[in-house]
């Protein structure tokens, strides 16, 4: 069962906090939205979400060969493939996010690079209640090899793209990908409260960097996924809430 946060009129984005559910399943309510935006029977929609059992999602092109299947079912690790870009999540200790909305959106939109910059800045300020510092990578001087590289990375957390949240050692915090459809966008995100692990369930791990970081580490104690949620949506509802009262 959804849970709306504030009101959602057909021009503003909607704020959903869900329970935990199955990889599959989550993938299907967040297309469900994608289309339903690509329609435009709703402006859109920021969903924040778990999953359970644990899950490894794929980017939209990542080949399964990526995977240890073997170790995913030993373990009891779904295995699902998301609709968006991006490399292997491993979706356990942390908080993900979908963000739907119109490529013209006023908050959201604009191309690729500038939308996920302010959704980033989104996240930013829902972690910064919690008292966590972060810095979206700097744009890299040649962004065709720097995508080309990361592509090459089976696991997300093991090197950040353009305007990813890293912390003050450079350590990737936030992972994300997008995806478009008929005038529509969806930005995955997942947000960690446990250092990344999902080496552990994918054939060879690629970790040539200084690889991901928790919150809890960050903050030196045990953040739960409540209070992890709660600080996203305040996040998001102040961006939101800041566009309402702008307009």
């Given at each position: 069962?959804?849970?709306?946060v504030?009101?959602?009129?057909q021009?503003?984005?909607?704020l ?6 199955p990889g599959a ?6 297309i469900?939205l994608?289309?339903?935006?690509a ?9 924040l979400?778990?999953?359970r ?5 794929l ?7 990526d995977?240890d299947?073997?170790a995913?079912?030993r ?8 609709p ?5 999540v491993l979706?356990?200790?942390?908080v993900?996010y979908?963000v ?15 939308s996920c910059?302010?959704i ?5 300020a ?9 810095t979206?990578?700097a ?7 720097d995508?080309?590289?990361?592509a ?11 305007h990813?949240?890293l ?6 915090l936030?992972?994300s990908?997008?995806a478009r459809r ?7 995100g997942?947000?960690?409260l446990?250092?990344?692990?999902a ?8 970790a ?5 970081v928790?919150?809890?580490e ?9 209070e992890?949620?709660d600080a996203?949506?305040?996040g998001f509802?102040?961006?939101?809430e800041g ?5």
């Open positions: 069962m959804s849970e709306a504030g009101t959602a009129t021009e503003r984005l909607e959903i906090i869900d329970a935990p559910a399943e989550n993938m299907r309510r967040d469900a994608l289309d339903a935006c329609r435009l029977e709703i402006a859109g929609a920021v969903r979400y778990g999953f059992p644990a899950c490894l999602s980017g939209r092109m990542q080949p399964m060969d995977v299947v073997e995913c079912e373990d009891g690790v779904d295995v699902v493939r998301r968006s870009g991006g490399r292997a979706h356990d200790q942390e993900t979908a739907v909305c119109r490529s013209t959106d006023p908050v959201f939109g604009g191309r690729v690079l500038e910059s302010r980033h800045e989104a996240v930013a829902g972690l910064g209640t919690l008292g966590v510092r972060t979206p990578r744009m890299p001087p040649n962004l065709r090899r995508a080309r590289e990361g090459a990375v089976a696991d997300c957390f093991a090197r950040p793209a353009a990813e949240l912390d003050d050692r450079g350590r990737k936030v992972g990908a997008q008929g005038g529509a966008l969806l930005q995955h997942s947000v960690l446990e250092s990344p692990r080496a552990g369930y994918l054939r060879e791990s690629a040539t960097s200084l690889g991901g928790g919150v809890r960050l903050l030196g104690r045990r953040v739960s996924r409540d992890l949620v996203l949506a305040a509802s102040l961006v939101l566009d309402r009262e702008s307009t």
